[in-house]
């Protein structure tokens, strides 16, 4: 509301194209990435701006507050392996590498950071953080089999826990594969359910919900669910939303919630960028995004809160998108 009090449609219309040139940071400039790995050598790539405004502007910044609001950083993963996504903007990669996710789960552990689900997040959360110590929770979508043999003997060995979501069509009695990549299996998802690791629905089919009808939409969180429980004899009370979260559809956004909680969920995951807050809807967390590209620096600059500013120009990206695909104004 408060920006289209700023910048008229119509305005945002005019200048739709530069503005979104602008504010695909996590896109053309996310592509340059000057990161730094946990070894210390240089990749020899361009400036990438997202990483420059954290760790030059933030996190100095929010070095000098000593107040910060309770928060839990939710970390967003996907596969685990050595895929090469040279070709992808770094913001959109989605595979870290093994190294990299060893690094990444031994800081967390060395700074002390302790595991929860979802649920008990906000739980936490409701509670002001009290006397819950640092908290994290790390969460895989789409539920790609490099968890069970690259993820899981990590957490293993760090003492963590994750919540996988499951694109339940694409887990079968043997693999199935899910873009060009092979997905757990029900008995592996079993046994690894035997070791402590929780799973939640990413709908049936990994469809773009926004662009479904009601009935359909229904279907999918329902039937993710109950097969999940069935296969493994335990509620499902957790929902990741595949793809971009359409936060600017407001309307949309307060249906879904609705059908979530008839539908039995409890709290649920969204790509909108930040850590969990006291004010977060349970039902749609913030996470941070997490790849190779996540060095040290940038890594603990994420957990630290010194990425959440980058929600705005991702809100203000999407809301000159519907407003370009909707000039109507609707909703
Ligand atoms: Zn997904």
Redesign the pocket.
């Known amino acids: 509301m408060l920006l289209r009090r700023a910048l008229p449609v119509s305005t945002l219309q005019r200048r739709s194209s530069t503005i979104e040139l602008r504010l695909q940071l996590p896109g053309y400039l996310l592509t340059r990435d000057a990161a730094v790995d946990f070894t210390g050598s240089a990749q020899p790539m361009a400036p990438r701006i997202d990483r420059l405004i954290t760790l030059c502007l933030v996190q100095p910044f929010l070095r000098l507050l000593s107040q910060r609001a309770a928060s839990i950083p939710i970390l967003m993963y996907?596969s685990v392996s050595e895929q090469d996504e040279s070709a992808t903007g770094a913001y959109y990669r989605t595979s870290t590498t093994p190294d990299r996710f060893a690094a990444q789960m031994q800081w967390l552990k060395d700074q002390g950071y302790r595991s929860c689900s979802p649920a008990q997040a906000t739980q936490y959360l409701r509670e002001n953080m009290s006397g819950a110590g640092k908290q994290v929770v790390i969460t895989f979508?789409?539920g790609y089999r490099d968890f069970y043999s690259h993820a899981f003997p990590v957490l293993q060995q760090y003492g963590f826990s994750a919540i996988v979501?499951l694109?339940t069509a694409f887990i079968g009695n043997t693999s199935i594969q899910f873009k060009g990549k092979d997905c757990l299996t029900w008995a592996e998802v079993r046994e690894l359910r035997s070791y402590g690791m929780w799973f939640g629905s990413?709908t049936v089919n990994?469809p773009q919900l926004h662009d479904l009808g009601r009935a359909v939409i229904r279907e999918e969180i329902r039937n993710s669910k109950q097969e999940i429980e069935e296969k493994l004899g335990c509620p499902v009370k957790s929902f990741?939303y595949?793809?971009a979260f359409p936060q600017t559809d407001v309307a949309f956004s307060r249906w879904l919630r609705e059908a979530l909680v008839a539908g039995g969920y409890s709290d649920g995951v969204c790509t909108m960028v930040g850590r969990a807050k006291r004010e977060s809807d349970p039902l749609f967390l913030e996470r941070l995004p997490i790849n190779s590209c996540d060095d040290h620096d940038f890594f603990t600059a994420k957990l630290n809160g010194a990425y959440d500013w980058i929600a705005k120009p991702q809100y203000l990206a999407k809301l000159v998108k519907s407003r370009r695909f909707k000039p109507s104004g609707k909703g």
């Open positions: 996907h979508d789409d979501y694109p990413h990994h990741a595949p793809y």
